[in-house]
């Protein structure tokens, strides 16, 4: 209230804006939520209580057995987790869409049983109802192939304990199944894969139910007792299964994107649409940044493919990284109109602070578009902590000239202002993922490739080498995970992209062969 108070009295007075830059950080109790320990031992809690009530409301063998059996496989899976993927531990909403995946399955392999023992489903298709992949293709898509493995085991095992004993044949089928669905589905850019990893896992449940004499069977010494209805039946189902179980999950992926704020190649792609409202700003207000936004997202985008990082993220943050200089574009030199430069009128560190706002615009623009967090990241970290040169030069420039001229004049060393780096340089964090290091690079080199004159291979080598090595000697890519060997792939792949973007071509000559219309007119006139 107080604040409040003292920000009202400062804004009659006209010191204050009124107005405060939005920012992305969360509350406590928003931090506890998601990274609490109370809430992760509830949600552990909840999970085992759901196995319980899933083996004890069936009418099963020694339930406290499979309770028991199914608890350690659960200690195992917690294990493996930890071990394997400690971030999704740490992150309750993670962990909660791990754990709610998994209990959906497994409750559709309960009401699916619970069906055919009501009689309600034929004895002889439950079994290929049963949507084995459907844990793994989530999981898969989401979190990335690791954990839809991770989910093809574990969901096997206690998928298994549940069909009323420990079915060998269920688990082989769950498990390869999963693992085709991870396979097929290591790269979904189009919602049209997952259908045809659907295709995939049916024909997989057909091939291994026939192989195990779940389908048929087929009376080879008299076909004509077959029951070939029975048999089309049971495949069209074991197919049918596996297609539906992809079209579900297509159909549940944005309503879990939104919920857990996950977002899969699918999205991404989506968002490359160049007819965002800030892309079109971009284009129309600050055509220069836009188009160093362009080149920078095809070097990116060539780089993440060589060092194996994701590809269609650099491209979609590349080319939002820039948008903040959509509050002051004449003030960057793309956008600069020829012979007007608004620098010229301000003092170095006042210009340092309109760059280095740049930053700060594009995370406020980015909120208040609400932009995915991790293009808002990159916008963070596409500077790092690095040093704006020009500008801090110049200071010292002016400040040496100062000096030598307080010589002169007498005055006191108190009188000169004090220039001090870490007003010249960009608040941070560093480059933390290996996107965020790539467009950082790509950004720097397409800059000062700008300024190169007639660009030769040799040229570009070395503009690319210097600013590789500049920025490790600075110590901006300590936090990413991008090695040296990836390093020097990147290096490669920027040099490669940019002696393709920077190619001369060909002076055609003025008297040739291709003679305009007006000279032929002219040649007619004469003549």
């Not at 898969?140 to 044949?169: E, T």
């Not at 790509?442 to 590789?468: C, F, G, H, Y």
Request: aromatic share 8%; charged share 20%; hydrophobic share 45%.
């Amino acid at each position: 209230m107080w604040n409040f108070l003292k920000k009202r009295r400062l804004v009659d007075r006209g010191l204050d804006c009124g107005k405060r830059r939005r920012t992305i950080g969360q509350n406590e109790f928003a931090e506890s939520l998601q990274s609490g320990w109370l809430v992760r031992s509830l949600l552990l809690g909840a999970f085992v209580a759901g196995l319980a009530s899933l083996i004890f409301t069936s009418q099963q063998e020694e339930p406290a057995k499979k309770f028991l059996l199914c608890l350690l496989i659960f200690v195992t899976a917690v294990v493996q987790l930890w071990i394997n993927h400690p971030q999704t531990l740490a992150i309750n909403s993670r962990l909660c869409l791990l754990l709610g995946v998994f209990l959906m399955q497994l409750t559709a392999i309960k009401v699916t049983l619970f069906q055919a023992a009501a009689g309600n489903i034929d004895p002889q298709l439950a079994p290929l109802l049963v949507p084995y992949a459907f844990a793994p293709l989530v999981l898969s898509v989401l979190m990335g192939r690791n954990h839809g493995l991770y989910a093809a085991i574990f969901a096997s095992l206690w998928g298994s304990l549940l069909v009323g004993r420990i079915d060998p044949v269920f688990l082989v089928i769950s498990l390869i199944t999963g693992f085709i669905a991870v396979y097929v589905t290591l790269q979904v850019r189009r919602r049209s894969r997952l259908i045809r990893a659907g295709v995939y896992v049916g024909i997989a449940t057909w091939v291994l139910a026939a192989a195990f004499g779940q389908i048929g069977p087929v009376i080879w010494e008299d076909p004509g007792q077959t029951h070939w209805k029975m048999i089309a039946l049971q495949s069209v189902t074991a197919i049918g299964t596996g297609i539906g179980t992809a079209i579900l999950v297509s159909g549940i992926l944005p309503m879990l994107e939104s919920l857990f704020k996950i977002t899969t190649d699918i999205s991404w792609l989506e968002m490359s649409d160049l007819n965002h409202p800030l892309l079109k700003r971009l284009s129309m207000e600050a055509p220069g940044t836009y188009h160093h936004s362009l080149a920078v997202a095809n070097l990116a985008e060539a780089a993440a493919e060589c060092v194996g990082a994701n590809a269609t993220i650099c491209r979609v943050c590349s080319y939002f990284h820039d948008i903040g200089k959509l509050v002051k574009p004449d003030y960057f030199t793309e956008n600069m109109s020829v012979g007007h430069n608004p620098h010229n009128d301000l003092t170095p560190s006042m210009s340092a602070l309109i760059i280095i706002a740049h930053v700060k615009e594009g995370v406020d623009l980015a909120l208040k578009h609400k932009l995915n967090n991790e293009i808002i990241d990159i916008i963070r970290q596409h500077h790092g902590t690095s040093l704006v040169s020009y500008f801090y030069k110049r200071a010292l420039q002016q400040q040496e000239d100062a000096r030598l001229g307080g010589k002169i004049m007498n005055m006191r060393e108190d009188d000169i202002p004090e220039v001090r780096e870490e007003s010249f340089r960009y608040p941070g964090p560093r480059p933390q993922t290996k996107e965020a290091a790539i467009i950082n690079l790509a950004d720097s080199i397409e800059s000062a490739s700008r300024s190169l004159e007639r660009p030769t291979p040799q040229k570009i080598d070395d503009l690319v080498n210097t600013l590789v090595e500049t920025r490790i000697a600075e110590h901006q890519l300590d936090e990413c995970p991008l090695t040296l060997l990836e390093l020097s792939q990147a290096a490669q792949s920027f040099r490669f992209t940019l002696a393709n973007m920077l190619h001369a071509r060909i002076a055609y000559p003025k008297g040739g062969g291709a003679t305009s219309s007006s000279d032929k007119r002219e040649e007619k006139s004469v003549a």
